[in-house]
C-alpha cells in the first residue's frame, strides 16, 4: 500500500492515471494497480504486496555464495534484468491506451519518462508463479509517481528545473543542459545495473563499498554517491565548457567486463583510457 504524503488531488490523479496505462499491458515487471481510496484526507493506493524492494534482496542474500552463482541463477539474473529493460522500454514507448478514463489530450501523450528508477523503486516478489527453488521470484518497476508522458514534440526536451530526482542516480544533463529526455532513465537504469553486478559478482559489502568509494571521489565541497564528477573540457574546436567524468570507481566496476560503457543519449562521447582503463575514469563530454 502507498500512502500519498499529502492530500494532492493533482498528484494522485497523475500517479493513477500513469498506472491506467499499463494496466491492460500487465507486464510482468511493472507493478500493478489493484485498488484506490481516499480516508481521513489522504489519498491510498493498493498494490500487490512485495517482499521488499532490490536494495531488500540485496540484504537479504548478502555473501556472493549464496545463493549459489550457478548456471540458473545467472539465467534469473539476466532474465529480470531483461524484463526491468524491457518494461521501461514499454513506458517509454507505450501505444495509446484502449481506456476512456483518460482524457484526449493525456491519451495522446505516448511518449513516457519514469523519472525515478533506484533499487528503492524496483520491488521483489520472492514467489511469483513460478515455484523452482532456484528462481529467486520477479523484480518489478514501481512508484510512477515522478512519471510523466508527452506527446511526439515535447519529448525529447524537458526542463530539468521542473523534475525531481534521485540524487544518486541522476544523469549529468540533469545540471549541465538543464534539460531532460528519456535518455535520463537509460542513465539511471545503467547505475542500477551496475550496483545490480557488483551484487551478482561480489555481494552486498562490496555494493555498500562502491557507494562510499563514490562519495569519497566527489570533488565538491557537499559528498555525494552520484556516478560522475563536473570538469572542464576541452572539446575538438578548443572551447571550453563544462563536462562530465565517471568516477574511478564507476569505471572500475566498468572493467569487470560485464558492462563496457554506461549507456547513455548519442550527443554524449564515452572515450576511455585503453592502457590505463582501471585506474583512469571514464569521459562523458557534452
Known sequence: MKKLRHHNDDAFN??????????????????????????????????????????DFWNEFPCPSTPKRDYQLTLWFVKQCLGIAEGLKMIHTLDMPDTEDLDPTAARQTHGRHGDLKPENILWFREYQ???????GVLKISDFGLTRFHGTISYSRINAETVAVTGTYRAPEYDIKKMISQSYDIWTLGCVFLEFVTW???????????????????VSEIKEDVFFNFVNMVDDRGQTHTGALAKTSVANVCSMGVFQTIPHEANY???????????APTALTL
Open 130 to 136: 513460478d515455484k523452482d527453488p532456484s528462481c529467486q
Open 14 to 55: 497523475i500517479e493513477v492515471s500513469n498506472l491506467k496505462r499499463f494496466s491492460a499491458k500487465d507486464h510482468l515487471h511493472l507493478i500493478k494497480l489493484l485498488v484506490t481510496y481516499s480516508w481521513r484526507e489522504h489519498y491510498y493506493l493498493l498494490f500487490p504486496c512485495a517482499d521488499g524492494n532490490l536494495k
Open 269 to 279: 562521447t564515452l572515450s576511455r583510457n585503453s592502457k590505463a582503463f582501471i585506474s
Open 200 to 218: 551478482y559478482l561480489l555481494g552486498w559489502e562490496e555494493v555498500d563499498k562502491f557507494s562510499k568509494s563514490r562519495m569519497e571521489e566527489h
